[in-house]
């Protein structure tokens, strides 16, 4: 099976801006999960959508959205791009949900200017 | 709150040798998985090993495997046999209701 995508690998964007970031999960797989990681802040949990419901949600403000269609792909949204937005955006996929083990795609590096 | 606590920012070892990084959680959950991931510079996560909280046998997979000990809430991992491959960047996670990330431990290995 093919592995989880993430379109685009790199972004740059300005400060302001928004910008959407798409995950294709492993073929079969019905949970999609969003991470941030930053050098300072490390990895944390974005949000998880699971059969297009978003199912739990991390500790971030409401810029950052996300949605799942109907065949599993996912996006992320974060409006009113801010400096320390800058980071690398992982999106993992699972078949039966969060607790169950993650497959992480390459991630789309965003940086804000 | 759940936390995951890895103690050592640098590791070093020799090729062929063995190497065990540590992590400490805290969980109030009785159900719950723990999982080491491997970030090489690609930055790419890679899945190395998973251990259910219900098991009392320690995962292992190839040159890789655990020390699960569950009321002292440690999950260390141990690399036998290192290779240059092995270097990269190893988390320590802790899943509930969501993936919760220690701080990392940067492995280089030196031939």
């Known amino acids: 099976k093919a592995g989880v995508t993430q379109t685009p690998r790199y972004l740059i964007k300005t400060r302001g801006q928004q910008v959407t970031l798409s995950c294709s999960p492993i073929?079969?797989?019905?949970?999609v999960s969003w991470y941030q990681q930053t050098p300072g802040q490390g990895l944390q949990f974005l949000f998880e959508?699971?059969?297009?419901?978003?199912?739990n949600k991390g500790n971030f403000p409401g810029r950052f959205s996300g949605r799942q269609f109907s065949n599993s792909r996912s996006e992320m949204n974060v409006s009113t791009l801010e400096l320390g937005d800058s980071a690398l955006y992982l999106c993992?996929?699972?078949?039966?949900?969060?607790?169950?083990?993650?497959?992480f795609g390459p991630g789309t590096r965003l940086t804000v200017l | 709150a759940q936390t995951v606590t890895q103690s050592q920012p640098e590791m070093s070892v020799q090729e062929a040798e063995t190497v065990t990084l540590s992590c400490t959680y805290d969980?109030?959950?009785?159900?719950?998985?723990l999982f080491w991931y491997k970030q090489p510079p690609s930055r790419q996560m890679i899945l190395v090993i998973r251990?259910?909280?219900?098991?009392?046998q320690n995962a292992t997979e190839n040159r890789f495997s655990v020390n699960f000990q569950k009321a002292a809430k440690s999950f260390s991992l141990k690399i036998s046999d290192s290779q240059l491959g092995d270097a990269a960047m190893y988390f320590c996670?802790?899943?509930?209701?969501?993936?919760?990330f220690g701080t990392g431990t940067r492995l280089q290995v030196f031939p």
């Open positions: 993992a996929s699972s078949d039966r949900g969060i607790t169950d083990t993650q497959y």
């Open positions: 073929s079969g797989h019905r949970s």
């Open positions: 959508y699971f059969s297009e419901t978003q199912r």
């Open positions: 969980t109030s959950e009785s159900d719950y998985y």
């Open positions: 251990q259910e909280a219900y098991k009392q």
């Open positions: 996670a802790l899943n509930t209701d969501k993936l919760i």
